[in-house]
T-cell receptor, first 109, second 111 residues
Framework: GQSLEQPSEVTAVEGAIVQINCTYQ??????LSWYQQHDGGAPTFLSY????GLEETGRFSSFLSRSDSYGYLLLQELQMKDSASYFC??????????FGAGTRLFVKA | ETGVTQTPRHLVMGMTNKKSLKCEQH?????MYWYKQSAKKPLELMFV???????ENNSVPSRFSPECPNSSHLFLHLHTLQPEDSALYLC??????????FGSGTQLSVL
């Protein structure tokens, strides 16, 4: 079967750093994506890791360890606008991406 | 603006109605997707089309019928839906499957 695990909620203060972990078990694996979704909005792509290691895009970084079936999203210099749901999404086939239940991030002043 | 346009944004329908959701992508991508997002549940992949051929069909009930007439357009035809089908239906497109661009979704309510 296939499974994805990420924390349901995380709370942090403005300016802080937060890490959202994701472990996955899938029948196939091409890479791991992260998406952000604000309430009432559509998911938007943040990052994609096909290889082990760290990918950095501005304040956001994403890490992948294929051998551990593990990845994380690191958000730095948190801002209030970062309050949203974050989804890890393994690409399990050529055109197949599955989504976890998401982590709801609350950023406090 | 993600380059993926969905209509309508909201839809209320009775269980005996027939309606269609429309999606158009302006990104030149070669794959299009339908996802369902229900409250408190992960996004569920429903259908994937690559170059107008269906490549994924995740055991979706036959009351949902997709159509992909060309690489830029995707439809989801709905008939005799159930109240539990009420959800946000999201269309997405990608090039080679790595990075999905989502439309704003259609919020569907089945009465």
């Amino acid at each position: 079967g296939q499974s994805l695990e990420q924390p349901s909620e995380v709370t942090a203060v403005e300016g802080a750093i937060v890490q959202i972990n994701c472990t996955y078990q899938t029948s196939g694996f091409y890479g791991l994506s992260w998406y952000q979704q604000h309430d009432g909005g559509a998911p938007t792509f943040l990052s994609y890791n096909a290889l082990d290691g760290l990918e950095e895009t501005g304040r956001f970084s994403s890490f992948l360890s294929r051998s551990d079936s593990y990845g994380y999203l690191l958000l730095q210099e948190l801002q209030m606008k970062d309050s949203a749901s974050y989804f890890c999404a393994p690409q399990t086939g050529g055109f197949k991406t599955i989504f976890g239940a998401g982590t709801r991030l609350f950023v406090k002043a | 603006e993600t380059g993926v346009t969905q209509t309508p944004r909201h839809l209320v329908m009775g269980m005996t109605n027939k309606k269609s959701l429309k999606c158009e992508q302006h990104l030149g991508h070669n794959a299009m997707y339908w996802y369902k997002q229900s409250a408190k549940k992960p996004l569920e992949l429903m259908f994937v089309y690559s170059l107008e051929e269906r490549v994924e069909n995740n055991s979706v009930p036959s009351r949902f019928s997709p159509e992909c007439p060309n690489s830029s357009h995707l439809f989801l035809h709905l008939h005799t839906l159930q109240p539990e089908d009420s959800a946000l239906y999201l269309c997405a497109s990608s090039q080679e499957g790595e990075k999905l661009f989502f439309g704003s979704g259609t919020q569907l309510s089945v009465l």
